[in-house]
């Protein structure tokens, strides 16, 4: 039988399969790996009476006779929060200096008898009439020089010190009037940090980062390697901003100074509430882009604030099971806490090619999904749609005439399932020790010059995230996605690296003594081909991880037709139909201890019988490098293998169609699982021990149940459990 100690010294690893009760077995005794571990680096926010449901409302956009019946309609549903405010600056300025706050004061304070607290936003993602035709300067400048018009969103400067003086100015009215409001828990900056300015005076601004980075222009000449094409510059003033391609070197520092940008921007509105609000109120900022957009670097930006929240929008068509998980494991990654999902759609959205509603019980079991891996609030958008505007066809809980829409029962049951779990829930986490490693600058180095155009990023994460999750989710874990510059590596067992391009000597030593210290390290193709400055390591890859390694890649090949890969003497036992395909690299041991576990077969071709993957033992570990992206059964096989060298049980399979979710406390003492049935038809699984369900109920159809006496769980399709050990108080 697996035990703790197992999962933490990776000994007396079973080698038969268990059986899936067996399995589950292990989640109930298994009080865990380490809680603490990756939870702990951060200034974190608890959110009180997890997990909150809710959504965006605009009472600027109502007459203010109707708010009631509003808010009495969200607290039917259970609702404990709204987010308000964000795109209301005319109504709280409508001109210069002049303020009317009366009415969001009764907004918040109607919300508050309700029984639901409040997220203000900061208005600057809007800004009105009167300041964008009396401060036409602040206005953004897009890539081809044309100016923005008012009469939409994001049409301001991110860079531009006037806008951000008015920026400072209605958020410091806001924070003295609400910064000690106990109904208001928290606050938004802006929304969706979307669109760069590409004005003169940001071309200046980048100069001055450049000059503050590089501080010689010789330095920054050879870091770019600007002899090329006579790019070489003898002025600060000469160095483009880049709107339409460029070089490398000068394209990563754009994304470094758009990061930079948007950084300061959102700072200088933390520096100006911080002072005005209570500590219990948090500063946070909804993320957009699908959370993998790559416009600026996430980790960064979410340094400063106290919680982390996205924008988790499914789009056209349904949810995706696999990618939703990831997203989600992605965005908790940024600070490696729990976080809140700020906006999602009720049933539909308006932006996508075609806006079909997700069907019934698919977005509870979406929110649920979220909150499996560690959402701890769930908010709509939104509450209803504006008579006019921009996003009338979007979908709304209440229709135009102020009833409930047909997904307002579906959202009622989830607010009443998440009043039932809240004590359970409360301090609990995703736990994990396989980490899959993820930089901004190794994404935009390779999204820059992709070389193969199918070598899509998100897809290749996705690929490499899929048995690990298994892996993990059959172990009562889950995966953590991080930046391992910034990030902790102490309680993993497993890091895997799918496309770290960029390695430079401060990572690879940092990773290096992990390895050494025991750890297990899976670096995935691309890896180590380019410095911090997007210059081609001259060790070729891994970079400055060769010594450790103890190879190196040969040559990379952009592949138009897949190839055959082969294990010697088949220590992997890999099927005989194995195949790599869009991208392979053939590398070469250059250290006697370097074995080779994988080859390519491709009779006349370069790779023929060339390694495709090879490992080493490093001190108390191993590191290994995998060139190539084989077919999912492969890759399946290659990473249970990985998991069971560093000592985690990859010998079973979470069940398809149904998923786990474990949240551990921080003591590690009380768990609780999610379990919800993502397929289109009833299914059951069956315990080892007894559960209470949370949200079990006493009458209907004798599904979604778990017997008292029994142990075996009825899930109708999109049904959900959540389970805590019987023993458990
Ligand atoms: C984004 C914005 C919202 C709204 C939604 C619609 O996420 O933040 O204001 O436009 O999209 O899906």
Known sequence: MLNASALQHGVALPRAFPSYPQLLAFLLIIPLINATATYAQNRAYTTPNAPLLGAAWYPEQWPESRWDADLALMEQAHFSVVRIGEFAWSAMEPSENHYEFAWLDRAIALAARHHIAVVLGTPTDAPPAWLTSQYPQTLRVDESGNR???????????????????????????????????????????????????DAATRAQFQQFLHEKYKTLANLNAHWTTAYWSQTYSAWSQIPLPAHGGNPGLLLDHKHFVTATWRSFQKNQIDTLRPLITSSQFITTNIGGLAWSDNWDHYAITADLDLVSWDNYVGQGHLDVPKNAMLNDFVRGWRRQNFWVMETQPGSVNWAPVNNALSPGETRALAWQDVGHGADAILYWQWRSALNGQEQYHGAIVGPDGKPNPIYPEIQQLGAEFTKVRSALAGTSPLANIALLHTYDSRWAIDLQPHNRNYEQQQVLLDFYKPLENIAESNGGSVDIVDPTTAQLNNYKLLVAPSLNVIDDTLAAKLTAWVKAGGHLLLGPRSGMKDQFNSLNQQRQPGPLVPSLGARVEQYYALDRSVQLVSPSNSLHLAADSTAAIWAEALSPVSSDTSVNLEYIDPQGWLDHQPAMVTRSLGNGWISYLGTLPDSATLDRILRHAAQDAGIDSTSASPNGIELCRRVSGDGRRSLLIVINHTSKTDSITLPARYRNLLRRQEGPPTDRLSATETTITLPAQGVAVLVPEAQP
């Open 148 to 198: 923005a018009q008012h009469g939409n969103r994001r049409q301001f400067s991110y860079s531009n010190p006037l806008y951000r003086r008015l920026c400072a100015d209605i958020v410091r009215q806001m924070a003295r009037r609400y910064g000690h409001n106990p109904n208001v828990i928290g606050w938004q900056i802006g929304n969706e940090y979307t669109d760069e300015s590409f």
